[in-house]
């Protein structure tokens, strides 16, 4: 691959080999996007046209959750940054490209404050010490942060004087939260949060709708680009009006509200995680709709029970993780036979495997495909696609 024009006029990444979390660094956005409908060309252009890639206008600091790890290095010095791909080895940075600039100054400012609080960091070795992780996440329509410590021990003597620091030089932090994670684990959350500040959550706006969400409730990484992403789905969903709607795998409840805010009837929504159906259900009162209900479950499973019922969804929502759908979920889907299914996807390869089990299974057809570029940069690409029953 060739190293190109654009990416020497603006400065490739200096670690980008060795952090490795920027896989198509190398290429410049207009070759990237071209990599990536190819790639999903590949996959799904068996199934129906590919529509042409939506790109993003300013590819970069567009993530609005940054995470950093802390390690003391030999020479004594606290050092922060990203885990080497596939490694527990850190490769320390101050900033990145693709993340939230006030979220990476956070960072360094809490990492440069730490020795004046005797803060340590904590040890995964050993499992002696503190500081494990710094998660920041900041809604861009609001400029809310919040700020998730994440550590190895309960015990914070300077919990106040600190909060009230980092609070001094970044006022816009409205929430921040102790997770503790004693755990020898890949997981970068624990079980227990104590709120150290504020309210324990922050809000966005995606489509003129209120979002809330916990530290642990997932949220969409990019939202200038979800929100394209959203209006893609929705528009595939054909909403007429009055339609009962399922909202599958649904997170904090957005895109069910969304759905609901342009004229779905009523809307049924079904998530694993306790904290995004908690924000789920706050959400709908936020939006002021009283024709949501939210349930809290395994997809697959609700979808079964759903399936024996008499009154029949028009339209199913799916967004499940990298990891796609399971059998127990399309096999309720063919049962229940919707009108339209919009399936959103963040890996195509999954996608494409569920695709060919509805497809060989039921009468339904893929009448559009549309990806969208969430994670400019890395090799992810996100897909919204539609399917309808044959009559
Ligand atoms: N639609 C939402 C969330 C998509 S991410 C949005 O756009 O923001 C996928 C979601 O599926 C996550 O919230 C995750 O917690 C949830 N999830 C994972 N496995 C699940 C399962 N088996 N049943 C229901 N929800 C699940």
């Known amino acids: 691959m060739s190293k190109s024009k654009e990416n020497i006029k603006n400065g490739s990444c200096p670690v980008y080999k060795k952090c490795g979390g920027c896989q198509l660094q190398n290429l410049s956005y207009a070759e990237q996007l071209k990599f990536k409908q190819n790639k999903v060309d590949g996959l799904l252009k068996k199934f129906c046209k590919v529509e042409p890639i939506i790109g993003m206008d300013n590819p970069y600091n567009y993530r609005n959750k940054v995470q950093a790890a802390f390690r003391t290095n030999r020479q004594g010095k606290i ?12 490769v320390a940075i101050d900033e990145c490209q693709i993340e939230d600039k006030t979220a990476d100054k956070i960072i360094v400012a809490v990492r440069k404050l ?3 609080f005797r803060m340590t960091t904590y040890d995964e070795d050993t499992g002696k010490g503190f500081l494990r992780h710094i998660l920041v996440k900041r809604g861009f ?9 994440v550590t190895g021990s309960p015990i914070f003597p300077s919990k106040n004087n600190f909060t009230k620091a980092i609070r001094k030089q970044f006022p816009e932090i409205t929430t921040i939260i ?4 004693p755990y020898n684990t890949n997981l970068v959350l624990g079980d227990n949060q104590k709120i150290l500040y504020g309210k324990g959550y922050i809000e966005d706006v995606l489509c003129d709708c209120k979002f809330r969400m916990s530290p642990k409730s997932f949220y969409q990484i990019n939202p200038v680009q979800t929100e394209k992403l959203y209006e893609t789905a929705i528009e595939y969903a054909g909403l007429k009006g009055e339609e009962t709607v399922l909202d599958t795998y649904c997170g904090i409840g957005t895109i069910g509200i969304i759905a609901a805010k342009r004229g779905a009837g009523k809307v049924i929504g ?58 127990k979920f399309l096999n309720s889907l063919i049962k229940m036979s919707p009108k ?31 990806p969208v570029d969430m994670f400019p940069h890395t090799a992810h690409v996100e897909t919204v696609c539609l399917l309808s029953r044959n009559k």
Request: glycine content about 6%.
């Open 79 to 90: 050092i922060s940054g990203v885990y080497q791909s596939g490694t527990h080895n850190i």
């Open 114 to 116: 730490m020795p004046s």
């Open 141 to 149: 329509a609001t400029n809310e942060i919040m700020l998730v410590l």
């Open 178 to 181: 102790q997770n503790v994670n």
């Open 270 to 327: 079904v998530e694993l995680n306790g904290e995004a159906v908690r924000d789920a259900i706050v959400n709908v009162k936020a939006n002021n709709l009283k024709n949501i209900r939210i349930y809290k479950g395994d997809a697959g499973e609700f979808m079964e029970e759903v399936a024996e019922e008499t009154e029949k969804p028009d339209v199913v929502f799916m967004d499940p993780p990298r990891a796609g759908s399971d059998e």
């Open 340 to 370: 339209t299914v919009v399936y959103v996807s963040c890996n195509p390869e999954t996608l494409s495997r569920d695709l060919e089990y509805i497809v060989k299974h039921s009468k339904y057809k893929v009448k559009k495909i549309q």
